[in-house]
């Protein structure tokens, strides 16, 4: 069988002697420059330099319609704090926005973003794809073998091989994907329920199923069960994924996060009169899964009433 590899032919053309190269789409910008941008290139090691030169600095800037696009993306993420606050900061935020809305700008398609949704989408799924096919990525953090400073794309984005072109296509096709996504049910792999909570089935993106359940191991004292030689071996839903996590290792303590959690309520400790009989669904005697986490404990209801007030 036959199997056809793309071209990886990038086409460039030399600068002029006051011309810079824009960072995205790479086509050459003419003098006068409103926007100069430095990057640090470093050279790769190989068999024949083990010790290549160090960084060399490169000046680019935007052309005008790369610089409307990353004023489009300031605009974006500005509408949307919260997503700004989970980016960590505005710099890598906006990055993130801005090399997505390269992606987009590249093959000439564009989406509406009308919620924190939609923003989360086109940053998880054209960002990586972005960076990689801009043309300051030939440079920083490493230079690749065929960079030259003097030189820029023939044409916006023509810098772009054939691998490039399908890896951007195959990420838009991805984000269409997830924006009609719809939630739906998931149960652990092995069925029954969580292995502290009980709860049975998780609402979840299909895209995000994959590592929605995580497995565990126990022993039967550790969560509330009587003394056995054998470990149990099951599943954590997310809540209580996060409450080891944060506890660090499965035991009353987590368990006790785990309802803290699932309750969300503020405190984040139980007295002991509460924890009495405290006992994880896995080792609770109880065949069923639970609809609502920790529903096998008697006194659960009650014990949130009383959390809540």
């Known amino acids: 069988m036959t199997t056809t590899v793309p071209m990886t032919i990038t086409t460039t053309v030399p600068l002029g002697a006051d011309d810079l190269a ?37 000046t680019l800037t935007r052309c005008d319609r790369c610089r409307k696009v990353h004023d489009r993306a300031a605009t974006r993420l500005d509408a949307y704090p919260r997503v700004q606050a989970h980016m960590g ?11 997505a809305l390269n992606a987009l700008d590249a093959i000439r398609r564009d989406l509406p973003i009308h919620t924190d949704g939609s923003l989360r989408l086109l940053i998880e799924h054209m960002t990586a794809t972005g960076v990689a096919a801009r043309w300051a990525s030939r440079f920083s953090p490493v230079r690749t073998k065929d960079a030259r400073d003097a030189e820029a794309a023939s044409q916006p984005w023509g810098h772009l091989t054939d691998w490039q072109w399908t890896d951007l296509r195959k990420a838009f096709a991805g984000l ?34 994959a590592g929605l359940w995580t497995p565990a191991t126990a022993s039967p004292t550790a969560i509330g069960g009587r003394p056995t030689p054998e470990r149990l071996a099951s599943y954590l ?22 309802i803290m959690l699932h309750l969300d309520v503020r405190r984040r400790s139980l007295t002991a009169t509460e924890l009495v009989g405290l006992v994880g669904w896995l080792a609770s005697g109880v065949d069923e899964p639970n609809a609502r986490a920790w529903q096998h404990v008697p006194n659960i209801e009650s014990l949130a009433n009383e959390l809540s007030g």
């Open 22 to 58: 824009c960072l995205a789409c790479g086509q050459v910008v003419p003098a006068p420059h409103t926007e100069r941008v430095d990057f640090d290139g470093w050279h790769r090691a190989t068999r024949d330099n083990p010790r290549p030169p160090a960084a060399r600095t490169i």
């Open 89 to 99: 900061s505005r710099s890598i935020g906006l990055h993130r926005v801005e090399a």
């Open 176 to 209: 269409l994907n997830a924006r009609v996504e719809r939630p739906l049910r998931y149960g652990p792999p092995i069925g029954g329920g969580c292995m502290l909570c009980g709860v049975g089935t998780i609402s979840a993106l299909p895209s995000q199923a």
């Open 237 to 258: 839903c997310p809540t209580c994924e996060r409450a080891r996590e944060e506890i660090g290792a499965i035991g009353p303590t987590t368990m006790e996060r785990s």
